[in-house]
T-cell receptor, first 114, second 111 residues
Framework: EAGVVQSPRYKIIEKKQPVAFWCNPISGHNTLYWYRQNLGQGPELLIRYENEEAVDDSQLPKDRFSAERLKGVDSTLKIQPAELGDSAVYLC????????????FGPGTRLLVL | QKEVEQDPGPLSVPEGAIVSLNCTYS??????FMWYRQYSRKGPELLMY????GNKEDGRFTAQVDKSSKYISLFIRDSQPSDSATYLC???????????FGKGTSLLVTP
C-alpha cells in the first residue's frame, strides 16, 4: 500500500510570496490532516478534513492560510503571503475514518521563507 | 504551559541498554495515547498505541499509561543503533481527533 505522498519536498521562497503544498492521502482514507512542525517541536494541527468537509480548522491562521480538499481525496494547503515565521515542516496525515486512531504521516514539505 | 510536556534530551545510551522515555500531560480529557518515531527528514511513524490506562507490549517496546498521574512512558529493551531517532508522545481526546504532541526526545544509541 502506497503511503501518504506530499510535494514538493522542499521549498524556498522570499517573504510575501505565495506557496502551495499538495497531499495525496492513502487510498480509501477519508480523514486528512495538515500539521505544522516547527524546529525542535512536535507537530501541531492546522486543519482536519472528513471527506470534503473541514471539521476542525480552529488553529488555521485564516488571514493568510487556506486549504481545500476537492472530491474528498487530494488536498492543497496555501499560504499567501508567506512570512518569515512560516518556515517549518508541513506534514500531511491520513486515517481511514474519524473512528480510527492510527494517523499515517507523509514525509512533509520543508518550507524556508527568506 | 503546553498541555503535553516532554524532555527534548538529547539522550545517549550504549547499544543494548534499556531506554526509558516519558511524557506528562495536564488535560484529563485525553484517552488515546501514542508514541511516534521520527527519523531525520521523515514523517512521524506510529510505534505504539494505548487506550486509557495500562500497559502494552510489542517486541522490544513497552508503553505504559498512568492516567491518575497523567504520565506515560515508553521503554525500549535491547536498544539498537537503528533506534536512534526522535520519539514523540501524542495524545487525543477522541479517536481520529487532532493529536497533541510533545516536543519529542532525541535518542542516540551508540554501538
Amino acid at each position: 500500500e502506497a503511503g501518504v505522498v506530499q510535494s514538493p519536498r522542499y521549498k524556498i521562497i522570499e517573504k510575501k510570496q505565495p506557496v502551495a503544498f499538495w497531499c495525496n492521502p492513502i487510498s480509501g482514507h477519508n480523514t486528512l490532516y495538515w500539521y505544522r512542525q516547527n524546529l525542535g517541536q512536535g507537530p501541531e494541527l492546522l486543519i482536519r478534513y472528513e471527506n470534503e468537509e473541514a471539521v476542525d480548522d480552529s488553529q488555521l491562521p485564516k488571514d493568510r492560510f487556506s486549504a481545500e480538499r476537492l472530491k474528498g481525496v487530494d488536498s492543497t494547503l496555501k499560504i499567501q503571503p508567506a512570512e518569515l515565521g512560516d518556515s517549518a515542516v508541513y506534514l500531511c496525515a491520513s486515517s481511514r475514518d474519524s473512528g480510527t486512531e492510527t494517523q499515517y504521516f507523509g514525509p512533509g514539505t520543508r518550507l524556508l521563507v527568506l | 504551559q503546553k498541555e503535553v510536556e516532554q524532555d527534548p534530551g538529547p539522550l545517549s545510551v550504549p547499544e543494548g541498554a534499556i531506554v526509558s522515555l516519558n511524557c506528562t500531560y495536564s488535560n484529563s480529557v485525553f484517552q488515546y495515547f501514542m508514541w511516534y518515531r521520527q527519523y531525520s527528514r521523515k514523517g512521524p511513524e506510529l510505534l505504539m498505541y494505548t487506550y486509557s490506562s495500562g500497559n502494552k507490549e510489542d517486541g522490544r517496546f513497552t508503553a505504559q499509561v498512568d492516567k491518575s498521574s497523567k504520565y506515560i512512558s515508553l521503554f525500549i529493551r535491547d536498544s539498537q543503533p537503528s533506534d536512534s531517532a526522535t520519539y514523540l508522545c501524542a495524545m487525543s481526546q477522541n479517536s481520529g481527533y487532532a493529536l497533541n504532541f510533545g516536543k519529542g526526545t532525541s535518542l542516540l544509541v551508540t554501538p
